[in-house]
């Protein structure tokens, strides 16, 4: 009474999970890969029937976690070392790219200042000089004002003495 297309297709399913179970366990005591696309392929399925059936995807990944019965201890350890590689290789990638950042702000900013410089709105480069040159200057404005004050008093008295010289020779006449 049942559908002979839905029974067909029931039996294909069955037939394609039972290759994939004999692709796992070979690939598992051959030492083999085991990963979706390996089992996959050595069972002549789609990776996608395996993401659709849960069950099959979960053995994949527990038999990737567990050592596999045909190699020695060599595999696990290899499969540790390139694990730890893999970390160790993120690791240096996060500082590296920290270091990247740190040299782009630093170089960001000095081609700023430059920029900042050459279009002649910044501050000069050499400010202690200048500061130095200022003090200087201002000292000697002090000193011209004081000495341009004593000629002026004495060109007050000699304007004076001028004076009383006219006034007594206009006297005498």
Do not use: C
């Amino acid at each position: 009474m049942a559908n002979p297309m839905i029974e067909g297709r029931r039996a294909d399913s069955a037939r394609r999970r039972q290759r994939v179970i004999k692709a796992l366990n070979t690939a598992h005591t051959d030492g083999a890969e085991i990963n979706v696309s390996a089992i996959a392929r050595a069972a002549g399925v789609d990776r996608t029937f395996l993401y659709r059936h849960q069950d099959l995807l979960a053995q994949i990944h527990t038999a990737q976690a567990a050592p596999s019965a045909g190699t020695a201890n060599t595999t696990s350890v290899t499969r540790e070392s390139l694990k730890a590689d893999l970390a160790n290789a993120q690791a240096r990638i996060a500082r590296l790219a920290g270091h990247n950042q740190q040299l782009e702000r630093k170089l960001s900013a000095l081609m700023g200042e430059h920029a900042w410089r050459e279009s002649g709105l910044g501050a000069p480069t050499d400010i202690d000089q200048l500061q130095r040159r200022i003090t200087m200057l201002e000292q000697q404005v002090v000193e011209l004002t004081g000495q341009l004050e004593e000629r002026d008093q004495e060109l007050d008295a000699a304007r004076a003495a001028n004076r009383d010289l006219f006034t007594n020779m206009n006297r005498q006449r």
